[in-house]
């Protein structure tokens, strides 16, 4: 049987380098917002034959005086995305004539969407609101499930526990994507958030199995010491947690691989959060469930 519980100072260090590290690029770069969340226009363009250079497009557009700046991202295939202010129907129209005349026979319109920025404003308030709602249910449902389990810790700590581990997952996936939007351009949107709460659903389920362990092994092995009946509920469902996980990143890693640029992001970001989930169920959420123990007996000694 591993040791798991009895080294949490190190998998408890590492985690907290993990986050401060997330919290550090949050607070220099933040994320680089879509449109779904500032406002603004996209034009995908799929060029039939050679693609140009991201340039030599930007450049071509640029020539219609357009407000603001001008985003040109290239994607998977032959495509491209453009990036614009909100712009009127008349001037898609015009941009998309203009690269239609410079490039015959080989641009090809695939999606054109432009949202206000009242709108964006919206949306990003609606994605915090239903984030914070999510980890409320959490909670409380974690507070109910394990409501007969009152030693020796208390079942709404159950629910506190398992939402620091859900923060881990999600400050850590939010951390990479401030580096890939920083470095890459990488921009987040409302699929990003459906990532998020994907990820939050994912980790939960996984921190639950572990506990639910806990539980039965309380009520099985009552002489037992709390570290060492958290240890082998640990040891008893690892084999498990990391099968499901693998067995998920395969599938995951086949949508990213066969299922096109659109999605390709937010597959990374549920990838990423899947194994910080499996990391945080295991290494992160039942250790301390001992510190929160131990923390109760120092309580009482005083």
Known sequence: MYKIIQ??????????????????????????????????????????????????????????????????????????????????????????????????????????????????????????????????????????????????????????????????????????FAILGRFGGIEVGLPFVAALLTILGYSVNDSIVVFDRIRENLGRLVKTDFENIVNRSVNETVTRSINTSFTTLIVLLMVAIFGGASIQFFVLALMIGILSGTYSSIFLASPLLVVFERWGKEKVKR
């Open 7 to 176: 080294k949490r100072k190190i998998w408890l260090t590492i985690s907290s380098v993990l986050v401060g590290l997330s919290i550090v690029f949050l607070a220099l770069w933040g994320l680089n917002l879509g449109i779904d969340f500032t406002g603004g226009s996209l034009l995908e363009i799929k060029f039939l034959n050679e693609r140009p250079a991201a340039e030599e497009v930007r450049a071509a557009v640029s020539e219609l005086n357009l407000e603001g700046d001008i985003v040109v991202q290239l994607t998977s295939d032959q495509n491209m995305i453009l990036r614009f202010q909100q712009i009127e129907e008349d001037t898609h129209q015009q941009i998309y004539s203009m690269l239609e005349e410079k490039y015959p026979d080989n641009a090809q319109e695939e999606r054109f969407e432009a949202i206000g920025p009242s709108i964006g404003k919206e949306l990003r308030s609606k994605a915090i609101y239903s984030i914070l709602v999510v980890i409320l249910a959490i909670v409380l449902y974690i507070g109910w499930a394990f409501r007969k389990v009152s030693w020796p810790v208390k079942s709404w700590k159950y629910g506190i526990i398992a939402i620091i581990a859900l923060s881990h997952d999600v400050m850590i996936t939010l951390g990479v």
